[in-house]
């Protein structure tokens, strides 16, 4: 996710709770963050930064149902008009038989098309560089970053409060 | 962690069983009285004797039609009913169990709801005792007289090749070993929970999950062998090696059910403040999730049955689907429909799981659903063709349903709402799942 010719201010930090409480600090301060880095999921840190709520959910629902027509129309096709097979004594279109296949198609079409909504939504990909302001969120530290151009305090003013709200360290990256 | 925007209430609130609510009980259980006695009138006049119905399948219900007398009827829905009732109850016990395990916060904060389930215990156990003792030959094919006995004219092989298991002195035994285990197990783990509330400390929590633990082990063997007992036997012919899986998903869900009705009608009564909408949330996901595995394990029995098509065995869901006149048809898909497909379209959302009166209406519909999945598994092997649904049956229910609530709201004026020492109650107090 290539973001050309803008400024951040990167603040890290040791600890989730820290985080947690500076994100609340400086948005109560009228500061816009862009995003908050963790090497893990930290409850209630999406609402903090005010983040809208994910529609994964809807994604899945709708993967789901396209996953149970396709298994629907593909046993029905193939059992039922283009080669009816008698199997067990049983009417060709006997649906119980293929509610597992249904299932499986379902749950299916519901895993791949959540993971690969995912790697789109989140710019993630084989030649995709990904952005990474501070490598170590990936290890132990939690890394903020505000986008300056979408701010009206002034750098050193967002900087003195990232600073105060806990940052071990404060730096400027430019993408 | 991490909800520092929650309020924390207080965590000191006792449950007021009022003279009101003690009222509307009491009318419940007389109505219930009256309606069973109305129904067996009607059914004494001969109402139930219209056996002529199933005629095509005389073979089927040999058990059922002869000698068939309209107090079977009763006698079977006090079986169904205490069945059912048990089983919620005994969730109680499993579900305080398996978050002990777990060591699980979440739940802390309403664990005095599935604390309370259990009290309820011995009323079906007594009832069960009884009916197995004096008129087990009303419900069991196999209590039949001389159907062990080669000499006898009743003489079935098939049935007395599982005398081993299937004799009423071990029966009984089972019975009391049951309720016996169960009960115990839950009036430990209560009373070390009612000693933490007031000495605190870590030493209840401690035995608890050793006890939670032990109560786990010995419901792993007896969740399967008392579903064969109470519900599989019935039809002794027949046999499913997922029954107890089906019977203990079937009770899990159904309590789960009565878990969340009764926090959810507490919250609105201005009781358990602190139980927040993720406590619902997650309670509602619980609902769901075993809605589906009730479903998955109904389906997995069935499917077996429907692709093998051996006589033996589709016999069983051949009585239930067109056996015996059709009568168990409307209970067979009312079944699947309020346990799987009302449950799994309504809770699917999240916002449907955090609003109470969605909640309360999927709660009802996995209980009314879950009577009548006991209901097609006991009728057509006790009554046959003589089964029903009138105002025997809504009298038993009603009857049981106001028992049940009486005995679970006077347990819950034993101790303070909250658990105020349990170690995880902060955690409980500030869960959030966003």
Known sequence: MAEINKKFLVGVYDDEDIALAAVNKIKSAGVKIYEVYSPFAIHGMDT?????????????FCFGVVGFLCALTLTTWTMGIDWPMVIGGKDPLSYPNYVPAMFELTVLFTAFGMTFTFFISNGLGPTVKPLLFDPRCTDNKFIMAIDLSKNKLSETEIESLIKASGAEEVSVKQL | MGAHHHEVVSVEEQFEFTAESKRNLLIGMGVGIALVLLGSYLLSQGGGHDAHAAAGHGAEHDHGAHGYHWTQRIIANLWLNSVYFAGISI??????????????????????????????????AIIMIVLAVFFGDKIYHWMHEGIMDPASANYDAIIAGKQGFLNKPFYIIRLLLYFGLWYVLWRIVRNLSLREDEIGGLDGYEKSIKYGTAFLVVFAVTSSTSAWDFVMSIDTHWFSTMFGWYTLASWHVAGLATMTLTIVTLKERGYLKAVNESHLHDLGKFCFAFSIFWT??????????????????????RERFSGYGGIYKAPFFINILLNFVAPFLVLMTRDSKRTSVILKLACWSILVGHYFDFYTNIMPGTVGANGGFGAVEFGFVLLFACAFIWSVSSQLTKANLIPRNHPMLEESLHHDIA
């Open chain 2, 91 to 124: 969730i109680g016990m499993f579900f305080i169990s398996y978050n002990y395990l777990a060591q699980a916060g979440w739940s802390a904060v309403f664990k005095r709801i599935p604390e309370a389930m259990p009290a309820f215990l011995p009323i079906p």
């Open chain 1, 48 to 60: 903090a930064i005010g983040h809208p709520r994910s529609r994964i959910g809807i994604a899945a």
């Open chain 2, 296 to 317: 998955y394990v109904w389906f997995a029995q069935f499917l077996l049955i429907y692709y093998a098509n051996l006589p033996e065995e589709a016999i069983y869901y």
